[in-house]
């Protein structure tokens, strides 16, 4: 079946380091992907997307690579700071679909 | 800024009652979702609706029901309790368009079934 999951569970980083959060998907027809950030006791929250037609995009602090060879996503977050502390779920959306198939989620623990 | 509310921060119900979560956001939004989430299995979508008093189901309908009466509200409803519906619920909208499909969440329900 198709899945969208992430290859690390927990992710440990020193304050001012770069993290990486990875993302695997099988369905080659996906089209669209976000990420999201869900600090403790929140909801998630819209970080940055990217369409299938694109290999990267940035935002503030943030760049999302794609490779559509290996059906790999990557989230980037560059200098990382406490308040980015939270889970991360990727997400993709198949074409001509309504919803979107979440991962399972990264912790990502910023140590001083 | 959009804004999604969830009538409860936390809950707790005994098996077999009849359970009301409820959703509402202020943005005029044609799509609302609900999800629940559980450690290790992410985010998952029980029901979702494109406009009033229409539904469709998701991946995990099995045991709950949904009522959209108002465009802004979007209720969820598990008709008898049990214990392995104790978990994290999540609702969200979005409006629907080519280029915009991004969820707004609310801060979520955390429902615990004795």
């Known amino acids: 079946g198709e899945s969208v999951g992430l290859h690390l569970p927990t992710l440990s980083v020193q304050e001012g380091d770069n993290s990486i959060i990875n993302c695997a998907y099988s369905?080659?027809?996906?089209?669209?992907f976000i990420w999201y950030k869900q600090e403790s006791g929140k909801g998630p929250q819209f970080i940055i997307d990217i369409r299938s037609n694109m290999d990267k995009r940035q935002g503030q602090r943030v760049t999302v690579l794609l490779n559509k060879t290996v059906k790999h996503l990557s989230l980037q977050i560059a200098a990382t700071q406490p308040g980015d502390s939270a889970v991360y779920f990727c997400a993709e959306l198949t074409g001509g679909g309504n919803k979107l198939t979440f991962g399972t989620g990264t912790q990502l623990k910023v140590e001083l | 800024d959009v804004k999604v509310t969830q009538s409860s921060r936390y809950l707790v119900k005994r098996t077999g009652e009849k359970v009301f979560l409820e959703c509402v956001q202020d943005?005029?939004?044609?799509?609302m979702f609900w999800y629940r989430q559980d450690p290790g299995l992410g985010l998952r979508l029980i029901y979702f609706s494109y406009d009033v008093k229409m539904k469709e189901k998701g991946d995990i309908p099995e045991g709950y029901s949904v009522s959209r009466e108002k465009k802004e509200r979007f209720s969820l409803i598990l008709e008898s309790a049990s214990t392995n519906q104790t978990s994290m619920y999540l609702c969200?909208?979005?409006?629907?368009?080519?280029?915009?499909?991004?969820?707004?969440f609310g801060s979520g329900t955390q429902l615990s079934v004795l």
């Open positions: 943005m005029d939004h044609e799509n």
């Open positions: 369905n080659s027809a996906s089209d669209y």
């Open positions: 969200a909208s979005t409006t629907y368009g080519a280029t915009n499909e991004k969820l707004f």
